[in-house]
């Protein structure tokens, strides 16, 4: 298809019906996005989160102990702590979701 083409087809008005049609896939599109995040982060195990979270911790604990300049020290341990906030998220939501099946299942 030819420049020219391209610029007749879009000088052309639309249809409902192509409106309606463009409408779907976009929309089919948005949940095919979404279900491809859930899936990413279904993938995470709430024992994994919690052990790679946990760790992170002791290293920060380890590093403040080991560093004597406080200033540095509330740096790194804030930058440190800030890094992983969306994965604390996760583990709070996977822990809430567990705790209403437990509750809904008795």
């Known amino acids: 298809m030819g420049t020219a083409e391209v610029l007749e087809s ?12 463009l409408t779907q896939q976009v929309t089919e599109q ?22 790679i979270l946990s760790a992170t911790d002791t290293a920060t604990e380890k590093l403040c102990d080991i560093d004597s300049v406080w ?5 790194i341990k804030r930058g440190i702590t800030s890094m992983p906030h969306p994965y604390y998220e996760i583990l709070q939501e996977k822990k809430k979701k567990s705790k209403q099946l437990t509750l809904n299942s008795f």
């Not at 879009?10 to 049609?21: A, F, G, K, L, M």
């Not at 200033?71 to 740096?75: G, L, S, Y």
């Open 30 to 51: 948005q949940k095919e996005d979404e279900n491809e995040e859930d899936r990413g982060t279904k993938e995470m195990e709430s024992k994994d989160l919690t052990d």
């Open 71 to 75: 200033e540095r020290r509330c740096t």
């Open 10 to 21: 879009h000088s052309q008005p639309v249809s409902n019906e192509e409106i309606y049609d």
